[in-house]
């Protein structure tokens, strides 16, 4: 059996896909069968799941409702609709703010002498070794009417004798957006960095050596190449930044609801676990279509490039 | 072409530190001339300072002292896109992400040029490295030689005044270098172009070359033709690198214009030789080498001088030549005579402790210095 076994490449390959193949199917693919199910449900008024098929949550989450103002049987409430667009918005958003970040660092330490990249790349790590939670509500600390921004702007106030009134900064959508871009920069960071770094030096002097300036060199050459880079970041910061509740949650308040808020509000609060299972479909569905239109023009960042 | 070099190095000196801390003179006071139209290659081992300099001119590096003239203007800190010189990097440095037309035409773009005119002259310099139907490939599907000829046509569309070329075939094969080594040659007599070629083969710059600058720890060691790199090596350290040679260490005796008697205490005696090295004196301890072709061996002694009797320790066939060993009163000495003569018959070869004449022809007897 293991000379058998030995000949056959495929069976190989099985063999070693075999324990992810099981913890996949076991943790993923089963439980994303049970929120479909769940999702045409109904709740039953204990908050228990009357199982049936129903696409009341679909049409609810896309704003139909029957509580209306004015008597009417049916109406549109854009709630979740508007849920549903402040999430893609604020993800998208997020995504460009830290690719501008993130680019002029990564190509930063990609340029700097080899001893000193892995200092910098260390340097980047750093904040990911506190807990993200801890991480937000620093932010809290920071953004808060007596917190630091607050105290440095009055101060510097104080002393220009110009009347402060301490800035709303928390609980605002910017207060979220600061937080995400906060939490993902490293994400970017990295693949950029890498895709960077395996630009050949000799391609910048080529296009030195064919006419090329600074500008022109990197608009054609080195944004080319890095262009897997931007694309793998874009994906492992957009697609969390879609479904993560807690920033909005700890530096929204109530005031920035995203989808993922929505569904965890739908599990732990509402209890209408039908509701939250068909919002996370939609999520799921709504990052999968994002992605695939950016993957098909853009590519998976998969074309390594070879120097 | 105002000026009658393509490019003049005067006094160069490129100081770097090494990650030790320590300085360290990649080019060394480096003085050269490359005349407009001309084969220009450095040679010398890895480290010698010829890609440095190569990089010097191209702009990639500047001058620590010195300065580096192109068709007569100093180049200071003139940065690469603004200098008429182009450089075939050693890894060919294509851009993976254009096809070989865009490749080409890339240079051309940076200048401005109109569309059409860009077609043309990305077409014209396909054919002269004879890709021509290539244009939508991707470096990648190339073969490394096809990589070669699209980084030597990218450089040549924008017709330099000087083309720069790093150790370019390095990574082919040797029967595709040597037939590129030719049509380069061929590609270089055609356009008229200086070419700058660095090279650490010797064989290739001999092919190649109008004249050769060979260079060993960040100093010229002697700027010549290939003949005269070989037949009149400038010192010890061209004559050893540039092909085989025997070498016996002795003092000169007497010493005119075309020739010199040195003392050989190796062969235990006098040798009439031919002074070459610039500034000889008498009683100098010197340094005779004489190439393994060009020493003859004879039957029998007649009248001539520096004749000497020696033993075949050794005789190794190689097809084109047969290597004979010698023992000269305990000195070893290498011979290398063509084979003129069908060798299969076993009794054409020299035996083993065969007792042999040589002569060593004063004109091919050369004094040097020793460094």
């Known amino acids: ?307 | 072409m105002t000026s009658e070099y393509a490019v003049e190095m005067r006094d160069v000196v490129k100081r770097f530190i090494t990650p030790e801390g320590n300085e360290l003179a990649a080019v060394d006071h480096v003085t050269m001339q490359i005349k407009n139209g001309e084969f220009f290659s450095m040679l010398g081992s890895s480290g010698c300072g010829k890609t440095t300099s190569l990089r010097m001119i191209a702009g990639f590096e500047w001058p620590t002292e010195g300065e580096v003239y192109i068709e007569g203007k100093p180049m200071g800190h003139t940065p690469p896109f603004q200098r008429k010189v182009n450089t075939v990097f050693q890894s060919y440095a294509l851009f993976q992400h254009m096809t070989v037309f865009e490749n080409i035409a890339f240079g051309l773009e940076m200048e401005g040029a109109e569309k059409d005119e860009i077609q043309k002259r990305v077409r014209h310099s396909l054919d002269m490295v004879q890709l021509t139907g290539m244009e939508r490939r991707r470096p990648k599907q190339l073969s490394g030689g096809q990589q070669q000829r699209v980084a030597v046509a990218r450089s040549l569309v924008k017709v330099p005044d000087v083309l720069l070329l790093d150790e370019p075939l390095g990574a082919l094969d040797l029967k595709l270098r040597k037939e590129m080594q030719l049509e380069l040659k061929a590609l270089q007599q055609q356009l008229g172009i200086t070419f700058i070629y660095v090279t650490h083969d010797q064989e290739e710059a001999l092919t190649m070359s109008d004249r050769i600058a060979v260079m060993s720890k960040g100093k010229v060691q002697q700027i010549g033709t290939p003949v005269e790199i070989y037949e009149r090596p400038s010192n010890r350290f061209v004559a050893d690198f540039i092909g085989e040679s025997n070498f016996f260490e002795g003092t000169i005796k007497s010493l005119s214009k075309n020739e010199a008697v040195v003392h050989i205490p190796a062969l235990n005696a006098e040798v009439t030789a031919l002074p070459v090295s610039d500034g000889l004196v008498k009683e100098e301890a010197v340094v005779v080498s004489i190439r393994p072709e060009k020493v003859r061996i004879a039957e029998k002694s007649n009248t001539n001088a520096n004749m000497f009797q020696g033993k075949v320790s050794n005789t190794v066939y190689i097809g084109t030549d047969t290597h004979v060993y010698l023992d000269v009163n305990g000195a070893k000495l290498k011979v290398y005579e063509q084979n003129r003569i069908s060798r299969l018959d076993p009794k054409s070869f020299y035996t083993v402790g065969q007792e042999v004449w040589l002569m060593l022809m004063p004109e091919n007897t050369l004094v040097l210095k020793k460094d």
């Open chain 1, 1 to 307: 059996m293991f000379q058998r076994l030995r000949e056959n490449k495929s069976a190989q390959g099985t063999l070693l896909a075999f324990p992810t193949m099981v913890w996949m199917i076991a943790l993923l693919i089963i439980p994303l069968l049970l929120t479909l199910i769940v999702s045409f449900g109904r709740r039953s008024p204990d908050g228990g799941v009357i199982y049936s098929f129903s696409l009341e949550n679909y049409t609810r989450l896309f704003g139909y409702s029957t509580d209306c103002d004015n008597g009417a049987s049916a109406c549109f409430n854009p709630l979740y609709v508007q849920i549903l667009w402040r999430s893609l918005t604020l993800a998208f958003n997020t995504t460009v703010l830290v690719i501008l970040m993130a680019y002029p660092l990564a190509y930063f330490i990609a340029r700097a002498q080899p001893k000193r990249r892995n200092t910098f790349l260390f340097l980047v790590l750093i904040p990911l070794w506190t807990n993200f939670v801890i991480r937000v509500y620093a932010w809290m600390m920071l953004l808060r009417k007596e917190g630091a921004i607050n105290l440095i702007i009055g101060q510097v106030a104080h002393w220009l004798h110009i009347p402060f009134q301490p800035l709303e900064l928390l609980y605002t959508p910017g207060a979220v957006l600061v937080g995400m871009v906060y939490e993902f920069l490293p994400f970017m960071i990295l693949p950029i960095y890498t895709s960077l770094e395996k630009i050949d030096n000799s391609l910048y002097e080529a296009a030195a050596d064919l006419g090329a300036n600074a500008v022109k060199t990197f608009l054609r050459v080195t944004l080319p190449l890095s262009m897997p880079g931007v694309v793998a970041g874009t994906i492992l910061v957009f697609i969390p930044v879609m479904g993560t509740f807690i920033v909005s949650d700890i530096l929204g308040g109530r005031q920035v609801i995203l989808v993922g808020n929505l569904i965890q509000r739908q599990f732990l609060d509402a209890r209408d676990p039908t509701f939250g299972s068909a919002a996370s479909l939609i999520l799921m569905v709504l990052t999968l279509i994002v992605t695939y239109f950016y993957t098909r023009k853009f590519g998976f960042g998969e074309e390594i490039v070879v120097a």
